[in-house]
């Protein structure tokens, strides 16, 4: 748990793509963020499957998604343990299962049980509660940010943020620049621009499955955002935040060149 805290997740905000993204597998349709400064917490929900085996939460390098989503994801299994980067004292309410993940007792007196009980109140879905949030690393609008982003372009479900519905944008809208194009490939949905300054060769955004990775560096001139597919790039784990730099990424980014080359022969 103090590796995991201190060392695994390099994005603080990857809490809430590692969520939304337990949401999709669990074939959930909405999401809820719920920002509570009053009472100190962060709440997480989705209306998806309950959760039938508190087991597999709190076991890394395990999952127990369905076949369809270990074939297509290759989920790392250590995704909800970024709520531990935010949050010391985790509830988990789903069907009628309650936990208490009280992760500050565990790491002060080195007794790792984790409270699970069966209560009458039935949620159904998954309901995450992170108590004793720290605001103090994790900014109140840097939140709201990345619920944006998540609810822009993560087409599979209905994201919410403090009930406010967040509106879809096409993953191939762009920003309007004079100069732009889509790109609808199998591997590669998005768009480019051409941009006026040198220093923004590094403004090429890359998203998974609507979540932003990294930006993609070495081309100059040119800006937008690219959501690509599992075949596309090999990314970092256990929270996809990085690119790895290998042939595949020296392939994609000659891809690139040659969609903005056919660009701009055409004006």
């Known amino acids: 748990l103090k590796l995991l805290r201190q060392s695994t997740f390099k994005d603080i905000y990857c809490f809430l793509?590692?969520?939304?993204?337990?949401?999709q597998r669990a074939k959930a349709t909405e999401v809820r963020i719920t920002v509570?400064?009053?009472?100190?917490?962060?709440?997480?929900?989705?209306?998806?499957?309950?959760?039938?085996?508190?087991q597999a939460l709190f076991?890394?390098?395990?999952?127990?998604?369905?076949?369809?989503?270990?074939?297509?994801?290759n989920?790392?299994?250590?995704?909800?343990?970024s709520n531990i980067t935010v949050?010391?004292?985790?509830?988990?309410?789903?069907?009628?299962?309650?936990?208490?993940?009280?992760?500050?007792?565990?790491?002060?007196?080195?007794?790792?049980?984790?409270?699970?009980?069966?209560?009458?109140?039935?949620?159904?879905?998954?309901?995450?509660?992170?108590?004793?949030f720290d605001f103090d690393t994790a900014y109140n609008y840097e939140?709201?940010?990345?619920?944006?982003?998540?609810?822009?372009?993560?087409?599979?479900?209905?994201?919410?943020?403090?009930d406010e519905l967040i509106e879809k944008k096409d993953l191939t809208e762009g920003d309007d620049s004079e100069y732009q194009f889509s790109i609808e490939d199998n591997d590669c949905n998005g768009w480019i621009a051409l941009a006026g300054n040198y220093s923004w060769g590094d403004n090429v955004n890359v998203f998974y499955k609507g979540r932003f990775v990294s930006k993609l560096e070495g081309l100059p001139y040119l800006k937008g955002d690219l959501h690509i597919s599992d075949k596309t790039l090999n990314l970092t784990s256990p929270d996809r935040k990085d690119i790895?730099?290998?042939?595949?990424?020296?392939?994609?980014?000659?891809?690139?060149?040659?969609?903005?080359?056919?660009?701009?022969n055409s004006l």
Not at 17 to 23: F, I, K, R
């Open 244 to 264: 790895i730099k290998d042939e595949k990424l020296s392939n994609f980014k000659e891809i690139i060149k040659l969609y903005v080359e056919e660009y701009c």
């Open 36 to 54: 509570d400064r009053s009472e100190n917490r962060v709440i997480v929900e989705n209306n998806g499957n309950i959760l039938t085996n508190p």
């Open 143 to 162: 939140i709201e940010e990345r619920a944006e982003i998540l609810g822009k372009y993560v087409h599979e479900i209905d994201i919410y943020y403090n």
């Open 59 to 73: 076991s890394i390098a395990e999952s127990d998604w369905d076949e369809e989503v270990r074939k297509s994801e």
């Open 87 to 132: 949050s010391n004292l985790i509830n988990v309410h789903s069907g009628n299962t309650y936990i208490t993940f009280d992760v500050g007792d565990m790491i002060a007196t080195n007794n790792t049980e984790i409270k699970v009980e069966e209560v009458e109140d039935y949620y159904d879905g998954f309901k995450l509660i992170l108590n004793n």
């Open 75 to 81: 989920p790392f299994g250590m995704g909800f343990f």
């Open 17 to 23: 793509d590692e969520d939304v993204q337990n949401a």
